[in-house]
T-cell receptor, first 113, second 113 residues
């Protein structure tokens, strides 16, 4: 069975541009999480969805960040406009039902110049 | 504030030795404590997890020790191998469908041959 799929794996963009990161959770999983990883702050939860509904977006840095989950098999994280301080690795993770285990995707390395 | 404190930041162990990584948490409502292993360029992968109703859990060379009264838990890697060289993250959550993982800052383990 395929794991969590993220695209693109690498993204280099210029400051001010819009960036869209994509995630496909494991089939059958109904919770989806977006994390950001940096050297300084470690792994931070940005937002998570349960049954396609955003449950907690308190980790979203500011209004430049938005996330959607239009259906059970797809989610996007958008940054508009992007800034150099947004450079990080962004991970998507999914979880099944009431289980505790989260499964991470390979991540998207974002570089904003 | 919910926090998970992890130490040490980095660890060098000789092949065959024991690697020990420690974590402490503050929120007594946490009831799920996983450890994740991350190799460079990859997403975190669930290694082993414990609930507070047991004091120890062992899976192969990996053991979690849990001290509920001290609000501490640790990962022990027995007979450490060069292939274990990775970054290890502890985490904690309230568990269940509403639980968010709070991660420690990570420990970079290097096992010397």
């Amino acid at each position: 069975d395929a794991g969590v799929i993220q695209s693109p794996r690498h993204e280099v963009t210029e400051m001010g541009q819009e960036v869209t990161l994509r995630c496909k959770p494991i089939s059958g999983h109904n919770s989806l999480f977006w994390y950001r990883q940096t050297m300084m702050r470690g792994l931070e939860l940005l937002i998570y969805f349960n049954n396609n509904v955003p449950i907690d977006d308190s980790g979203m840095p500011e209004d430049r960040f938005s996330a959607k989950m239009p259906n059970a098999s797809f989610s996007t994280l958008k940054i508009q406009p992007s800034e150099p301080r947004d450079s990080a690795v962004y991970f998507c993770a999914s979880r099944f039902g009431g289980a505790d285990e989260q499964y991470f995707g390979p991540g998207t390395r974002l570089t904003v110049t | 504030q919910q926090q998970v404190k992890q130490s040490p930041q980095s660890l060098i162990v000789q092949k065959g030795g024991i690697s020990i990584i420690n974590c402490a948490y503050e929120n007594t409502a946490f009831d799920y404590f996983p450890w994740y292993q991350q190799f460079p360029g990859k997403g975190p992968a669930l290694l082993i997890a414990i609930r507070p109703d047991v004091s120890e859990k062992k899976e192969g060379r990996f053991t979690i020790s849990f001290n509920k009264s001290a609000k501490q838990f640790s990962l022990h890697i027995m007979d450490s191998q060069p292939g274990d060289s990775a970054t290890y993250f502890c985490a904690a959550s309230k568990g269940g469908s509403q639980g968010n993982l709070i991660f420690g800052k990570g420990t970079k383990l290097s096992v010397k041959p």
